[in-house]
């Protein structure tokens, strides 16, 4: 137990200490800039407002409940049901 605490654990407690030091003295981690080309490809990854829509919609994890407030507001229902694993690992 001993050779285990001296090997693993006191390098980890000086990286440790080490790192409080430094964020005690105020500096901070150095911010990664993204070149022209990495932030186009961001960009053309990441969702747009009008396709990231589906989000605003007030979604009902309940299927009476969505049918009970469908019918108090006269709106249409959509259900989508699935049998099985949600990841599809069946």
Known sequence: MAKFFVV?????????????????????LPTLKLSAENAKFRDLVMPN???????????????????VEAQKHDKPVMIYLMNGHPLGCT
């Open 8 to 28: 693993t654990l006191m390098p980890l407690l000086f990286l440790v200490s080490g790192l409080d030091l430094l964020a005690a003295e105020g500096e901070s």
């Open 49 to 67: 407002t009008s396709e990231a829509s589906y989000r605003k919609i007030p979604w009902r994890t309940s299927i009476l409940q969505g049918i």
